[in-house]
T-cell receptor, first 117, second 116 residues
Framework: GAVVSQHPSRVICKSGTSVKIECRSL??????MFWYRQFPKKSLMLMAT?????????EQGVEKDKFLINHASLTLSTLTVTSAHPEDSSFYIC?????????????FGPGTRLTVL | QQQVKQSPQSLIVQKGGISIINCAYE??????FPWYQQFPGKGPALLIA?????SEKKEGRFTISFNKSAKQFSLHIMDSQPGDSATYFC???????????????FGRGTQLTVWP
């Protein structure tokens, strides 16, 4: 099956610093990638939709200046949490849609656990 | 407003039993209904998916039943095993065209525990 990687898997940072999370589709091209946030024992909350070569579309209530998304190639999207604070601590997951698939098959990365001290 | 409603929130099944998780939706524009399995600390994994032109799809021990008129679909796990203990999410999406980029609408999840 299609593989999506995320790096890093875990990150601990001090309050006020910025953290970059990478999402890569390893064996397929992904015109569109999605970024989610998940709280313990909760469902996935879509943060933004990332399209290769264009600006990301953010969901209502998500600060675009805080969560910077860059989708520079067909296999890589990055999420940068700027000036992180403890309330940004969460599990961040990306998914990638196979551009060549007929339907909306999306494959998820393993997630990144962010802890802000 | 929750686009996809999932039940039950938690489910406990004996080993060898059948696990059944149900989902319902309102938006008739949805045309793709996947199920994802998630283990603690991991990303969701695509388990099985169905489109509304079929009423049932089976892959191994996993079966999706789809009722278009009732706008409901369900996941059946036959011969449930302790290794199936995980959180299961149903989802739905609309056709990918124009500005609709394939966003998935997720249910709230079902935590399945299979006792040995």
């Amino acid at each position: 099956g299609a593989v999506v990687s995320q790096h890093p898997s875990r990150v601990i940072c001090k309050s006020g610093t910025s953290v970059k999370i990478e999402c890569r589709s390893l064996d397929f091209q992904a015109t569109t990638m999605f970024w989610y946030r998940q709280f313990p024992k909760k469902s996935l909350m879509l943060m933004a939709t990332s399209n290769e070569g264009s600006k990301a579309t953010y969901e209502q209530g998500v600060e675009k200046d805080k969560f910077l998304i860059n989708h520079a190639s067909l296999t890589l999207s990055t999420l940068t949490v700027t000036s992180a604070h403890p309330e940004d601590s969460s599990f961040y997951i990306c998914s990638a849609r196979d551009s060549l698939a007929g339907y909306n098959e999306q494959f998820f990365g393993p997630g990144t656990r962010l802890t802000v001290l | 407003q929750q686009q996809v409603k999932q039940s039950p929130q938690s489910l406990i099944v004996q080993k060898g039993g059948i696990s059944i998780i149900n989902c319902a939706y309102e938006n008739t524009a949805f045309d793709y209904f996947p199920w994802y399995q998630q283990f603690p600390g991991k990303g969701p994994a695509l388990l099985i998916a169905i489109r509304p032109d079929v009423s049932e799809k089976k892959e191994g021990r996993f079966t999706i039943s789809f009722n278009k008129s009732a706008k409901q679909f369900s996941l059946h796990i036959m011969d449930s095993q302790p290794g199936d203990s995980a959180t299961y999410f149903c989802a739905a999406s609309m056709p990918i065209r124009g500005s609709t980029l394939g966003r998935l609408y997720f249910g709230r999840g079902t935590q399945l525990t299979v006792w040995p």
